[in-house]
Nanobody, 127 residues
Framework: QVQLVESGGGLVQAGGSLRLSCAASGRTFSSYAMGWFRQAPGKEREFVAAITWNGGNTYYADSVKGRFTCSRDNAKNMVYLQMNSLKPEDTAVYYC????????????????????WGQGTQVTVSS
């Protein structure tokens, strides 16, 4: 059974940084593409970032491009989201997600691409 567990969320001032971590277990993690989504109160869930199985390709939402970096360490079964220059509008619950393929044949930004989801970690950015 696949398990994804996020950590690293918290409260930070605008302009600050946080690094989210996602620990994966239950299958050969290194073979699969992964993603990050977020959901703010009263808003729909939205795509944040995605990474292919070997980290060779990364994708970002326009709203975070240049500020967030997605990476992975397959030897440790970990995926990371480094978030810099945080803004109050980045406040949300962040979810780590796992796909069933190494690359994105479909839409990397679509929630339907990811059958596996973590429980989420809260990120709050104060102004």
């Amino acid at each position: 059974q696949v398990q994804l567990v996020e950590s690293g969320g918290g409260l930070v001032q605008a302009g600050g940084s946080l690094r989210l971590s996602c620990a994966a277990s239950g299958r050969t993690f290194s073979s699969y593409a992964m993603g990050w989504f977020r959901q703010a109160p009263g808003k729909e869930r939205e795509f944040v970032a995605a990474i292919t199985w070997n980290g060779g390709n990364t994708y970002y939402a326009d709203s975070v491009k240049g500020r967030f970096t997605c990476s992975r360490d397959n030897a440790k079964n970990m995926v990371y989201l480094q978030m810099n220059s945080l803004k109050p509008e980045d406040t949300a619950v962040y979810y780590c997600t796992g796909s069933n393929s190494g690359y994105f044949s479909g839409s990397y930004y679509s929630a339907g691409t990811y059958p596996y989801w973590g429980q989420g970690t809260q990120v709050t950015v104060s102004s």
